[in-house]
Nanobody, 123 residues
Framework: HVQLVESGGGSVEAGGSLTLSCAAS????????MGWFRQVAGEERGGIAF???????SSADSVKGRFTISRNNAKNTVYLQMNNLKPEDTAMYYC??????????????????YGQGTQVTVS
């Protein structure tokens, strides 16, 4: 059973950058779908970036061109580089792992296990 621990959240001014990290343990996630989700209080959690075992990436339109997901399989770690942050990016950010693809891809929320989250606040 994989366990995920996020770090790197914090408070930043609009236009700034943050890098979130997600350390996995309990299993190697090199063959897993990995994703980053975010949730604003009172709203549903939604996926914003995904990476498959081959390094193929998909991103939500709201973050495309600003956020980049990457993975280091040797460190069993996934990252989210966030640039040009906006106040509307303020949310709790969750790392997620899934051991299988759906329709050949990693998008969607089905079957993902989540970490405890890290808060990002943009003012």
């Amino acid at each position: 059973h994989v366990q995920l621990v996020e770090s790197g959240g914090g408070s930043v001014e609009a236009g700034g950058s943050l890098t979130l990290s997600c350390a996995a343990s309990g299993d190697s996630v090199s063959s897993y779908c990995m994703g980053w989700f975010r949730q604003v209080a009172g709203e549903e959690r939604g996926g914003i970036a995904f990476i498959d075992s081959y390094g193929n990436i998909s991103s939500a339109d709201s973050v495309k061109g600003r956020f980049t997901i990457s993975r280091n399989n040797a460190k069993n770690t996934v990252y989210l580089q966030m640039n040009n942050l906006k106040p509307e990016d303020t949310a709790m950010y969750y790392c997620a792992a899934r051991s299988y693809t759906v329709l050949g891809g990693c998008e969607g929320s089905q079957g993902y296990a989540y970490g405890q989250g890290t808060q990002v606040t943009v003012s």
